[in-house]
Nanobody
């Protein structure tokens, strides 16, 4: 069983930066794909960034060029967020699963979320 725990959420002003972390425990497989999602009030959950088991990454159009996703050898996941805007305000979740499932958008392991609030 894989456990994921996010941290790093905070309140910042527009243009600021935050770095989110997702600590993975329970020995996630090296072939896991991992991703960051976010959900704002009244909106559907959105995949922000994903990183494959080979380290390749993809981003939502809304964050490309401002956010950077990375993972370390222990399958901890990070999200560096720069030039934050009020529309980035949301609860950010870390997710993971075997890549065969994750590439179809099917993630079974989720963290509890961390709140990011960006004010003008």
């Amino acid at each position: 069983q894989v456990q994921l725990a996010e941290s790093g959420g905070d309140s910042v002003q527009s243009g600021g930066s935050l770095r989110l972390s997702c600590a993975a425990s329970g020995n996630p497989a090296e072939s896991y794909c991992m991703a960051w999602f976010r959900q704002a009030p009244g909106k559907e959950r959105e995949r922000v960034a994903a990183v494959d088991d080979d380290g390749s990454s993809v981003y939502a159009d809304s964050v490309r060029g401002r956010f950077t996703v990375s993972r370390d050898r222990n399958n901890n996941l990070y999200l560096q967020m720069d030039s934050l805007q009020p529309e980035d305000t949301a609860i950010y979740y870390c997710a993971a699963d075997f890549c065969g499932l994750a590439r179809r958008g099917d993630y079974h392991y989720w963290g509890q979320g961390t709140q990011v609030t960006v004010s003008t």
